[in-house]
């Protein structure tokens, strides 16, 4: 059974880091793209980073480049996303997920930025 699970949330100042971890297991994590999206409250989800298989590429859009970075380690099957110079807009419940659309994803970890 394919499983995501994340972690690393938590309350920041603007401004601030954090570094969220996602474990997988269930599947080989190895061969697959892999993405980190986010939902606001009451929006819908939005895509916020993706790495390629072999973690050679990665994508962001503009509302997060130069600021978060996607990482993996395939030898341990595990995701993160390095978030830095954190925004009030940023404020969220970030996943883990198996492609851009936030289908198949974890149960997520809060990340709100308040001051």
Do not use: H
């Amino acid at each position: 059974e394919l499983k995501l699970v994340e972690s690393g949330g938590g309350l920041v100042q603007p401004g601030g880091s954090l570094r969220l971890s996602c474990a997988a297991s269930g599947f080989r994590f190895g061969l697959y793209p892999m993405a980190w999206v986010r939902q606001a409250p009451g929006k819908g989800l939005e895509w916020v980073a993706d790495i390629t298989a072999s973690g050679t590429k990665t994508y962001y859009p503009d509302s997060v480049k130069g600021r978060f970075t996607i990482s993996r380690d395939n030898a341990k099957s595990t995701l993160d996303l390095q978030l830095n110079s954190l925004k009030t807009e940023d404020t969220a419940m970030y996943y883990c997920s198996t492609s851009r659309t936030g289908t198949t994803r974890g149960q997520g970890t809060q990340v709100t930025v308040s001051s």
